[in-house]
């Protein structure tokens, strides 16, 4: 009886500590997962928040890309628009440049005539125009009836 009564005793303590040992466990566990929830409410609201600062930048970057896009186009006309008026430059350039030469011909003409009235004695000076219609475009891409003068005789300054 007494060392059923001891065995009993130390059933009873051990049993005892391994109750406390589960509760502590228990204890424990319950700590965890409390822990693991936090965490995932932590990431979850990190997840949530960089989710909405990469909407946000997603939204800048369209927008960015937007703009890149008109100013190209703006750009690309803006290039065409500049290839154009320099083709007008250049003809306008050619143009000049016939001028001028028809205008130095004219000089020499004048001169050459010039002497040949005082080298035939005669005092005054004859000046004729000739005039041609043709139609010349404009820069708006309408038809104009111009007139050309060609005067003969007279002396037209080169700067012209």
Same mark, same amino acid.
């Given at each position: 009886?007494?060392?059923?009564?001891?065995?009993?005793?130390?059933?009873?303590?051990?049993?005892?500590?391994? !109750?406390?040992?589960?509760?502590?466990?228990?204890?424990?566990?319950?700590?965890?997962?409390?822990?693991? $929830? %936090?965490?995932?409410?932590?990431?979850?609201?990190?997840?949530? !928040?960089? $989710? +909405?600062?990469?909407?946000?930048?997603?939204?800048?970057?369209?927008?960015?890309?937007?703009?890149?896009?008109?100013? !190209?186009?703006?750009?690309?006309?803006?290039?065409?628009?500049?290839?154009?008026?320099?083709?007008?430059?250049?003809?306008?350039?050619?143009?000049?440049?016939?001028? !001028?030469?028809?205008?130095?011909?004219?000089?020499?003409?004048?001169?050459?005539?010039?002497?040949?009235?005082?080298?035939?004695?005669?005092?005054?000076? %004859?000046?004729?125009?000739?005039?041609?219609?043709?139609?010349? *475009?404009?820069?708006?891409?309408? %038809?104009?009836? +111009?007139?050309?003068?060609?005067? $003969? *005789?007279?002396?037209?300054?080169?700067?012209?």
């Amino acid at each position: 009886v007494t060392s059923s009564s001891q065995d009993i005793q130390t059933s009873s303590h051990q049993l005892t500590e391994l !109750r406390r040992e589960m509760q502590n466990l228990e204890i424990e566990l319950q700590a965890q997962l409390s822990t693991k $929830s %936090s965490l995932e409410n932590s990431l979850a609201e990190t997840e949530s !928040r960089y $989710s +909405c600062l990469l909407q946000q930048i997603q939204a800048q970057i369209n927008c960015i890309e937007e703009e890149l896009a008109s100013i !190209r186009c703006e750009i690309e006309g803006q290039s065409q628009e500049y290839k154009m008026l320099l083709g007008i430059k250049m003809r306008l350039e050619q143009e000049i440049q016939q001028y !001028r030469a028809l205008l130095q011909e004219g000089q020499q003409d004048l001169v050459a005539s010039q002497g040949a009235f005082q080298g035939g004695g005669k005092s005054s000076q %004859s000046y004729s125009a000739s005039y041609s219609h043709s139609q010349c *475009g404009d820069m708006s891409g309408k %038809s104009t009836l +111009c007139k050309h003068i060609i005067f $003969s *005789g007279l002396h037209l300054p080169q700067h012209l």
